[in-house]
């Protein structure tokens, strides 16, 4: 059983950065896709990115961060990261943590395993 536990979330003003860490115990965290996930309030969750553990730096962003968020791994701390620069007021939401064992890369929430508590990102304009 993997446990994610994220932190970093807090409140920033549009245009400033924030990196968000997702640590993990419990598992195989080299063999994990490891990804993010967010939920904004009266919204379903939406993907943000995922980074695949069998393609070295292969990593997937959603359209909507593409170019200001990056994803990054560290294997041997078996943590996760979420670098979030040039920020917007529609950032704001609780971002997830999430991992799984699948060898095929989804974008779909229903697809990965294991959830962390979630981390509040609130963006002021």
């Known amino acids: 059983q993997v446990q994610l536990v994220e932190s970093g979330g807090g409140l920033v003003q549009a245009g400033d950065s924030l990196r968000l860490s997702c640590a993990a115990s419990?598992?195989?965290?080299?063999?994990?896709?490891m990804g993010w996930f967010r939920q904004a309030p009266g919204k379903e969750r939406e993907f943000v990115t995922v980074?695949?553990?069998?393609?070295?730096?292969?990593?997937i962003y959603a359209d909507s961060v593409k170019g200001r968020f990056t994803i990054s791994r560290d294997n041997a701390k078996s943590t996760v990261y979420l670098q979030m620069n040039s920020q917007k007021s529609e950032d704001t939401a609780v971002y997830y943590c999430?991992?799984?064992?699948?060898?095929?890369?989804?974008?779909?929430?229903?697809?990965?395993?294991?959830w962390g508590q979630g981390t509040q990102v609130t963006v002021s304009s």
């Open positions: 999430v991992a799984s064992s699948r060898v095929r890369v989804s974008l779909r929430p229903e697809d990965y395993e294991y």
């Open positions: 419990g598992g195989a965290f080299s063999r994990y896709n």
């Open positions: 980074n695949t553990w069998r393609s070295v730096g292969n990593t």
